[in-house]
């Protein structure tokens, strides 16, 4: 599976902002990525938006840095303006993985 550095971009672009949104609990959709990499997508929005925020009483919070509480659309908003590059580094390494794994199979 070769994937250009462009392609490479978008899809951990794609990848962060669905597992932002997840966490939220907002809806997201993978339906534009490439069908290679669905399935791992799926997978690392799991793992990653469980990273991402802790629900404890219905009060949501920021797991990464602790603050809260939020909504689900100011969970969103804030991730994504204090925390984006630090999602897009959590996505590349499971790509990474995961695309390492699927190589040396
Ligand atoms: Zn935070």
């Known amino acids: ?30 339906d534009d990525m490439p069908q290679s990499v669905k399935e791992a997508a799926a997978a690392i929005v799991a793992t990653v938006s469980e990273q991402i925020a802790v629900e404890d009483d219905r009060i949501l919070r920021c797991r990464i840095c602790g603050k809260g509480p ?12 204090v925390h984006l590059d630090t999602i897009y580094d959590m996505v590349r390494r499971e790509l990474e993985t995961y695309l390492w794994r699927t190589k040396n199979i």
């Open 1 to 30: 599976m070769g994937y250009a550095r462009l392609d490479l971009i978008y899809i951990v672009s794609k990848i962060a902002e669905a597992a932002i949104r997840s966490a939220a609990g907002l809806s997201y959709s993978l």
């Open 70 to 81: 939020f909504t689900r659309k100011g969970l969103y908003l804030h991730v994504r303006r």
